[in-house]
């Protein structure tokens, strides 16, 4: 089995900075792309960043020059360094990680449980 598991969430006013780490555990062969989505209510989940195996990323426009994904392969943890925080960003924050479990398996998604991130004076 594979875990993904989020910390780092929270209330923050805006202009202010948070930063969200995700940590994959178990049986883990290779990890392929990582990234964030969110999700505010009523709304579908979105993309906001994701990271290659080499560490080319990719950024939703409404986080460009905000935010900064990276990640430790040692440690198999992406990272999300939120800055100058907007109402806006308020949602449900999750963690996925495309996944092969043995050599002979195929890649699959894996989603965290989600971190509540909250922007508000």
């Known amino acids: 089995q594979v875990q993904l598991v989020e910390s780092g969430g929270g209330l923050v006013q805006p202009g202010g900075s948070l930063r969200l780490s995700c940590a994959a555990s178990?049986?883990?062969?290779?990890?392929?792309?990582m990234g964030w989505y969110r999700q505010a209510p009523g709304q579908e989940r979105d993309m906001v960043a994701t990271?290659?195996?080499?560490?080319?990323?990719n950024y939703a426009d409404s986080v460009k020059d905000r935010f900064t994904i990276s990640r430790d392969n040692a440690k198999n943890t992406v990272y999300l360094q939120m800055n100058s925080l907007k109402p806006e960003d308020t949602a449900v924050y999750y963690c996925?990680?495309?996944?092969?479990?043995?050599?002979?398996?195929?890649?699959?998604?894996?989603w965290g449980q989600g971190t509540q991130v909250t922007v508000s004076s």
């Open positions: 996925n990680a495309r996944i092969r479990t043995s050599y002979a398996a195929t890649s699959r998604d894996y």
């Open positions: 990271i290659t195996s080499g560490t080319i990323t």
């Open positions: 178990g049986r883990i062969f290779r990890i392929n792309d």
